[in-house]
């Protein structure tokens, strides 16, 4: 009888042992796949800091780029707004002096008034 409580027990606990390997492998199985997990998110972490990094260099570059082609930019606008002033100056200084115009063979002294309206008669 003895005997027979023996057995039963180790049959128990050799059942709960086998149970216990099987979680434990299940566990291991678990763990390696996070390892792998919190491998491949490191690493993709690493490649967004670097994309990252790069990115505020290029922004950075472009701010200089910036920062410099803006002068010209302003200097540019500035000598157009000279050169269109100059232009209106001189349109208009032609528009008032007065020029001869050959009418049946003799020839009438006239003022342009409007430089639009001698340009439509053309």
């Known amino acids: 009888m003895l005997d027979q409580?023996?057995?039963?027990?180790?049959s128990v606990a050799g059942g709960k042992t086998l149970?216990?390997?099987e979680e434990q492998a299940e566990r291991m199985v678990l763990t390696e796949k996070i390892k792998t997990d919190l491998e491949?998110?490191?690493?993709?972490?690493?490649?967004q800091k670097d994309h990252l990094q790069t990115a505020k260099v290029?922004?950075?570059q472009l701010q200089e780029v910036r920062a410099r082609f803006r002068p010209k930019q302003q200097g540019f606008q500035r000598e157009m707004k000279e050169f269109a002033d100059i232009l209106?100056?001189?349109?208009?200084a032609e528009m008032e002096t007065p020029i001869l115009i050959p009418l049946?063979?003799?020839?009438?002294?006239c003022?342009?008034?409007h430089f639009q309206t001698a340009f439509n008669a053309l």
């Not at 209106?88 to 208009?92: C, L, M, W």
């Open 104 to 109: 049946l063979g003799s020839f009438h002294t």
């Open 88 to 92: 209106d100056e001189s349109v208009t």
């Open 19 to 21: 149970e216990m390997k």
């Open 5 to 10: 409580e023996t057995r039963t027990c180790l």
């Open 40 to 47: 491949l998110f490191c690493k993709m972490a690493k490649e």
């Open 111 to 113: 003022r342009i008034m």
């Open 58 to 60: 290029t922004w950075k």
